[in-house]
């Protein structure tokens, strides 16, 4: 029977390689999982979402830690993994820093690869970072590339990968949201009585390092500056952790009693949420993908994206973090049924809910051949 090693870290590998896992089960072939401790308390809620016990934890988290230290460590603690078992393929997973040392470490072993959101790009180095640096580094050293869109694919072949190697397959997120969405789910008080009051709901996410500080204090104020403005507007804004951002978003929002600010909200919690929004306001690769599902439109808080099929799709719009222009397109959305329905109208591009399903048959056939 084949082994298929899956290396994964953050929340987001978690949601998307989660329906893999199933399918390759369900092909016939043993997924074992590898959790390199990242992002450890939501991860451990995922799991359990997922009903996924990692076979092995390396605990790599440490307070502090820099790319350089915890790089170091995954690559470290991988070496005994690969060298305990012969793998017939691991797989990975984006952009992060686990995708490219798992790539790396399968490299090393030569033991076949295989990329799953392969071929997304920026084409600038540094935004979103470290992750184009990471997802163009573990594209370099796999086997089996499964880009999520065909735009993704021509990404690919432009940069010579075979086009036999390349397989497009939609986004895996979408097979977890749909999933998800099914099983049973209770909301908090607090977030029912948000739900269930008569005002038009803004979900906001903000945690990309390149926006920290001023850029992300431009985007509070013209948060502020929405409320202020439409008296039938809430917003639900679950806060990053880093302290600074925290500290940052309470002096400009905490006192406006239709700003409702949160800790991280776990999946379930979140994708519901989504679901109830009116708007999304995000800098999340994640929910650019998951929200066309939903028929919600996303104002990406990023001055370049990776997924530009959403742009071209009309589901997003880049608004960076420039005070006026998040205003303005918003000012649109809430007053404007055209332009809500220019954002919502079109199917999603990044899949249909059976990706997993056909990246788990891609393996089966390049481990026969």
């Known amino acids: 029977m084949h082994k298929i090693l899956f290396i994964l870290g953050t929340r987001p590998e978690i949601i998307k390689l989660a329906p893999v896992i199933m399918a390759v089960e369900n092909e016939g072939m043993k997924p074992v999982v590898l959790h390199t401790g990242q992002h450890r308390e939501i991860a451990e809620e995922m799991f359990r979402v997922f009903k996924i016990n990692?076979?092995?934890?390396?605990?790599?988290?440490r307070e502090n830690q820099t790319l350089f230290s915890v790089s170091s460590r995954i690559l470290e603690k991988l070496e005994p993994v690969f060298a305990d078992c012969r793998y017939s393929m691991t797989v990975v997973q984006g952009?992060?820093?686990?995708?490219?040392?798992?790539?790396?470490?399968?490299?090393y072993t030569k033991t076949p690869v295989a990329h799953v959101e392969a071929g997304l790009r920026s084409n600038d180095k540094f935004s979103p970072f470290p992750e184009e640096g990471n997802r163009r580094l573990a594209g370099s050293l796999t086997d089996l590339h499964f880009p999520p869109t065909e735009l993704s694919r021509k990404n690919l072949l432009k940069e010579g990968i075979q086009p036999n190697n390349i397989h497009v397959t939609g986004n895996t997120v979408i097979d977890a949201l749909f999933w998800a969405l099914k099983l049973p789910y209770q909301p908090s008080e607090k977030l029912k009585t948000?739900?269930?009051?008569?005002?038009r709901l803004i979900l906001v996410t903000s945690h990309r390092r390149e926006s920290f500080g001023e850029p992300q204090r431009r985007v509070f104020r013209a948060l502020y500056e929405i409320v202020q403005n439409y008296s039938e507007v809430e917003i639900l804004f679950p806060v990053?952790?880093?302290p600074n951002v925290r500290?940052?978003?309470?002096?400009?929002?905490?006192?406006?009693?239709?700003?409702?600010?949160?800790?991280?909200?776990?999946?379930?919690?979140?994708?519901?949420?989504?679901e109830k929004s009116e708007i999304i306001m995000s800098d999340s690769g994640g929910v650019q993908e998951e929200a066309p599902s939903l028929k919600k439109p996303v104002l990406v808080l990023r001055d370049v994206t990776e997924r530009p099929e959403g742009l071209e799709s009309g589901a997003l719009k880049l608004v960076g973090t420039d005070g006026e222009k998040i205003f303005a397109e918003c000012e649109k959305l809430l007053e404007s049924p055209a332009e809500y329905s220019a954002m919502t109208r079109n199917p999603?591009?990044?899949?249909?809910?059976?990706?997993?399903?056909?990246?788990?048959?891609?393996?089966?056939?390049?481990?026969s051949e």
């Open 194 to 199: 948000i739900y269930d009051s008569a005002k």
């Open 240 to 242: 990053h952790p880093n």
């Open 348 to 367: 999603n591009p990044y899949g249909d809910g059976r990706a997993a399903f056909r990246i788990a048959k891609s393996i089966k056939l390049f481990l």
């Open 95 to 107: 952009d992060t820093t686990s995708a490219f040392l798992g790539a790396l470490s399968g490299y």
């Open 54 to 61: 990692p076979d092995i934890r390396l605990d790599v988290m």
């Open 247 to 274: 500290r940052e978003v309470a002096d400009i929002l905490e006192n406006h009693p239709r700003i409702h600010l949160c800790a991280p909200l776990g999946y379930l919690d979140f994708i519901h949420a989504m």
